[in-house]
């Protein structure tokens, strides 16, 4: 039980130090300018929405129309010009590697054998996810 209070401890010490990079404060922000700009927020729950009704009409095996494509590249377009959407999205990928990384480490210390043990530490059958 104790070494879960300091497991925790810890993770939230890894948390800040997360919350306090570059990366992370300027999706932050970004996040907060997309709330404030109309325009951009819909276009993107335009495209969000637009992608989920082509994502379900494949999972159901229903054909998508070539117009319902054109849109689909065309509000695509229009996110990846948009200012705003470009750096949001810039920032999103700084904030995914960020975390690939984080948690290749998470795991190489997961992998490591504990001090005078002599045998490995089994491989989980999947990698963690934060």
Known sequence: ??????????????GELIGNQDAIKSYRELSRQLELDIGAKSLLEQFEQLMEQLSMKE???????I??????QSLQQSVAMHPL????????????????????AISAGINQPEAG????????ASKLII
Not at 117 to 124: G, L, V
């Open 59 to 65: 999972a159901s095996m229903q054909p998508i129309e």
């Open 85 to 104: 959407l470009k750096k949001l999205i810039g920032s999103q990928m700084e904030y995914m590697e960020l975390m690939r990384k984080v948690q290749e």
């Open 1 to 14: 039980m104790a070494e879960d209070y300091v497991l925790l401890a810890e993770a939230r010490k890894l």
């Open 117 to 124: 043990r002599t045998e490995q530490i089994a491989q989980p």
């Open 67 to 72: 117009a319902e494509k054109q849109k689909a």
